[in-house]
């Protein structure tokens, strides 16, 4: 189901769709769910679109420190 904006879900902006994908992988890992989405507000923050939508915003500082420890660079943070 789509979740509606306003409604606590956050999108943490990546760089491409492969960075996405290890880092959906490595945040399942530590119980942290989120969906690969290709939006239009991820394009303003970057070209290619490609960003992970948090199931939850209370998880958005654990899941920033899972990709950090793991090299994965997030490039921005944008309401879903």
């Given amino acids: 189901t789509e979740t509606k904006a306003g409604m606590g879900t956050v999108i943490i902006v990546l760089s491409s769709v492969t960075y996405a994908l290890k880092a959906q992988k490595l945040l399942a890992l530590e119980r942290i769910y989120s969906e690969i989405t290709k939006s239009v507000?991820?394009?303003?923050?970057?070209?290619c679109g490609y960003g992970l939508r948090l199931r939850k915003r209370e998880q958005l500082n654990a899941a920033?420190?899972?990709?950090?420890?793991?090299?994965i660079k997030s490039l921005g943070v944008v309401d879903a």
């Fill in 41 to 47: 507000k991820v394009r303003a923050v970057r070209g």
């Fill in 64 to 71: 920033l420190a899972v990709l950090e420890r793991n090299g």
